[in-house]
Structures are given as structure tokens and as C-alpha cells.
């Protein structure tokens, strides 16, 4: 399947080389994938294998020989009414013999784009593109000639992350006169039939622009009035839009008049991004909306210099502006930790997904983690266990979720795999032999269940 373009077929910069400048660790990342995916992670358990015995208690069970975070000596996990508890298992409660797996809490994708997926689609032939323009254009391409509708695609690499261990995702719709409402709608949709398993919180995303396209900001004034959206993005206002004040007068106005929460894309680099980086700042302060504002990418702040990174900081967190990043390459990813010392909250997400854009991408939270550890260079274990929390804690924190740490009082939502400890699973990516939602198992060995 191919979408047609009218360019030629060589000299195209990959969504790296657009969005990132790193096209040089393209080929370093689909080497890792390929070793990651082979790797096997086995243990000393790897004969053994999960068994089940059906209780008579509907919201309790007992989750038996379970090494949370790699515990050295099992423990049992007791879940009521999808809480992990410290007290005795109900009469009745049913048992899960987890023979010695590790339990890791499962992760949030903070920043994922669905509806634009080919996942599980015949293979596409992706055409050139040198621009977020021409790269919008292929979206626009691919949608028209993929023949499964846009809510069957989103919802098929939906579940697929919901098997990988994740348990909510923020995701971003295209919202143009291209697509109309299609996308939300689809998201939508596919969250209502995944909703046991899945939280989804929505951003009607306006990649076409919000003012260089005639009728999106009329299409994004509907999303956030029908409640079908959570937030309402925005995309580079100066650089692409071209309208700094009237992009983000638009975005913010709807996210006030609607109590929406916004989500906007950064690419911009240098003092162009500081200066957008800035308005967003502004506006959020002006009309009180701490803690509804996340920027994504934010490519602007890994190039300032030490001063001028914790001066923007403390700015962000004065404003309770929080940050997401897809750790595109090593001179690009967010620098978490010093934005965390300031009270800036950084979470992470995978971006698109075998779109148009880019035939990587496995909506594979896990697999996030050990990305972002790879282009931070990380050596130790607690620096591989950070790269894990921040796809686990950190988008929890930003989707308001309570933190699954699997302590009791906390959900029961975790993931079980063979391993020695957290580091060493964040390097081998063994493969999730289940995962558990509020204490009901929703996938087991890649299938929902």
C-alpha cells in the first residue's frame, strides 16, 4: 500500500530530521527495537507457569509468589475491589499461583497519536516529506487509503498497548477540515469499548494548524463544547502557524470558556521556543489555569545553558505547567531530572505509531522506558529504575491517576513478567505474560483476555 505523492522518491528527512534534527539515531533505535524484541529475559522461573484456581468472591483475589519490583522473596498481593490490601483474602477470594513473577506497576503514555496509526494494516510505502506541512499532507493521504475505519485502527493498537502493561494513555487526534471530528470520535469510541482496561484521555490536536487552516479553530470550539475532549491542543504558533498571539488566543479562549485542560505541540528550537515557551506561560497565569497546561516536546529547553534552563524551570513550575517528552535522541530529550529539582512535573509517551510519519513505533511503554534510557546513556541501576517511573509515575501524575505502586491502598494494576530485577527487565524487555486491571486480568501473553 502506498500513499501517493507527487515528490520524488529520494532526499526526504525522516520525522527526525523534521521534528528532532537527530536522523543519525534512527538506524541506532530500529537496532535497538530489533535486539530488545529478541531479547528473552528468562529466569530460573522459566519452566514454570501461572496457574489459576477460581474463587466464588467476585472482587477479591489472591495474586500467590509475586517479587514486586523484583523482590528477592515472594509475597502475596491480595486485591479487593481492585485495591491492593494488607488485610486477610475474603472467603472465596480466587487464587493466582504467579510463581515467583516480577510484578511492575503498569505504565501511562502520556503522549500517543492513534488515529493516525497503521498498525496491523498491509505494509504502506511512506513517501517524502521535508516539512510539518508536507509531512500533514501524507496524514491526509495515508487516512484516505487505509481501508479499515479510523476507530477499528485506533482500537486495535489500543488493546495491543493495553497486552504491553499500559493502563492510560493522553491521546492526540488530528482535528482539521480534512478529518472533521473523525478522530476524536474514533478515540472515543475505541476508549468506551476498552474502557475496563484502558483510561484515554483526549487532545483534539490541530496538526494542519490552528489559523493557516480555515475551519479547525470553528472544529476544535465544537470538540471542547460537545465534552467528547479533555484538552485542546496547539502546534508551533510562531514558526508553523505563524500567529503567535492569535494561535494561542484561540487555543487558551476554548480552553476557558469550556474548562478543558490544553496540550500544546512544541518543536520550535532556540529563542523562537522560549518565546512561545513564554506566551504560554503568560496566558496560563492570566487565566488561572495551573495545572491544565502541558506543553509536549519542548525542544527549546535542552539547548539552554545551565542559568537559563533553571530560570525557565522555576517559571514552569511557578505556573504548574507540566512537560512531556517521546526522548527523540540524546540532544532533544527533555532533561528530566534538573526540571524535576525545580518542581516541574516531565512525563513521557511514544508519539505516533507506524503512521505516516515514521514506520517505527510499538505503542510499547516498556519499551519508552528502555528508549529513554538508552538516549540518556544511562549506566546505572537507579537511573534505569528513574527511566521506568518516569513512563509509570510520571504520566499518572499528569492524567490525575493514583499512583499504582502496588503498596496497599493503591490500584491494582500490574504487569507480570520473568526477570531478576527492574533494571535488567528495563534492558531486556522480556515479554508480559499478564497484566492486571484493578485486580482483573485483562491480557495474558499478548492477548486481551
Not at 538506524?27 to 477460581?54: F, K
Request: charged share 25%.
Amino acid at each position: 500500500m502506498r500513499a501517493e505523492s507527487p515528490h520524488s522518491s529520494t532526499g526526504s528527512l525522516s520525522r527526525r530530521g523534521v521534528l528532532a534534527g537527530a536522523a543519525a539515531l534512527a538506524g541506532t533505535v530500529a537496532a535497538d527495537e530489533t535486539a530488545a524484541a529478541q531479547s528473552s529475559g528468562s529466569t530460573p522461573y522459566a519452566a514454570a507457569r501461572i496457574t489459576e484456581h477460581a474463587g466464588h468472591h467476585p472482587n477479591a483475589t489472591v495474586f500467590r509468589n509475586v517479587r514486586p519490583y523484583g523482590a528477592g522473596a515472594p509475597v502475596d498481593l491480595t486485591v479487593v475491589d481492585g485495591l491492593v490490601t494488607n488485610g486477610p483474602a475474603p472467603k472465596g477470594a480466587g487464587v493466582i499461583d504467579c510463581k515467583g513473577r516480577i510484578a511492575l506497576p503498569t505504565l501511562v503514555n502520556a503522549h500517543v497519536h492513534p488515529d493516525k496509526t497503521a498498525w496491523g494494516e498491509p505494509w504502506v510505502t511512506r513517501n517524502p516529506a521535508h516539512s510539518i506541512a508536507e509531512y500533514a499532507a501524507e496524514d491526509v493521504k495515508l487516512y484516505h487509503a487505509l481501508r479499515t475505519p479510523l476507530k477499528d485502527r485506533a482500537q486495535r493498537l489500543m488493546a495491543h498497548a493495553v497486552t504491553q502493561g499500559t493502563r492510560a494513555m493522553r491521546a492526540h487526534a488530528d482535528v482539521a477540515p480534512a478529518f472533521d471530528l473523525e478522530g476524536v470520535e474514533g478515540i472515543a469510541a475505541a476508549g468506551k469499548e476498552l474502557r475496563h482496561a484502558l483510561d484515554v484521555q483526549i487532545v483534539a490536536f490541530p496538526q494542519h494548524g490552528v489559523i493557516r487552516t480555515p475551519g479547525t479553530k470553528e472544529l476544535l470550539e465544537e470538540a471542547a463544547r460537545t465534552g467528547i475532549i479533555d484538552q485542546v491542543g496547539g502546534i508551533d504558533p510562531i514558526e508553523f502557524d505563524e500567529a503567535l498571539d492569535e494561535q494561542l488566543d484561540v487555543v487558551f479562549g476554548i480552553a476557558d470558556r469550556h474548562g478543558v485542560g490544553v496540550d500544546i505541540h512544541l518543536h520550535e528550537r532556540a529563542s523562537t521556543g522560549v518565546k512561545s515557551l513564554r506566551a504560554i506561560i503568560d496566558r496560563t497565569r492570566a487565566l488561572s489555569l495551573q495545572g491544565k497546561v502541558t506543553v509536549s516536546h519542548v525542544f527549546c529547553l535542552p539547548g539552554l545553558n545551565g542559568r537559563e534552563l533553571d530560570d525557565m524551570a522555576v517559571k514552569l513550575a511557578d505556573a504548574e505547567i507540566s512537560l512531556t517528552t517521546v526522548a527523540p535522541s540524546s540532544d532533544l530529550v527533555l532533561p528530566i531530572d534538573r526540571l524535576r529539582e525545580h518542581g516541574v512535573h516531565v512525563s513521557l509517551g511514544t508519539d505516533g505509531v507506524r503512521d505516516a510519519w515514521s514506520p517505527f513505533g510499538n505503542a510499547d511503554m516498556l519499551h519508552r522506558s528502555h528508549l529513554l534510557a538508552w538516549v540518556q546513556d544511562v549506566r546505572l541501576d537507579e537511573d534505569l529504575e528513574a527511566a521506568f517511573r518516569a513512563g509509570a509515575d510520571g504520566g499518572a501524575q499528569l492524567l490525575g491517576l493514583p499512583r499504582a505502586d502496588l503498596k496497599p491502598g493503591s490500584p491494582a494494576d500490574f504487569l507480570l513478567v520473568r526477570g531478576e530485577c527492574l533494571p535488567q527487565i528495563v534492558v531486556d524487555l522480556p515479554r508480559r505474560e499478564m497484566v492486571v486491571r484493578g485486580g482483573r486480568v485483562v491480557a495474558r501473553d499478548g492477548e486481551l483476555t
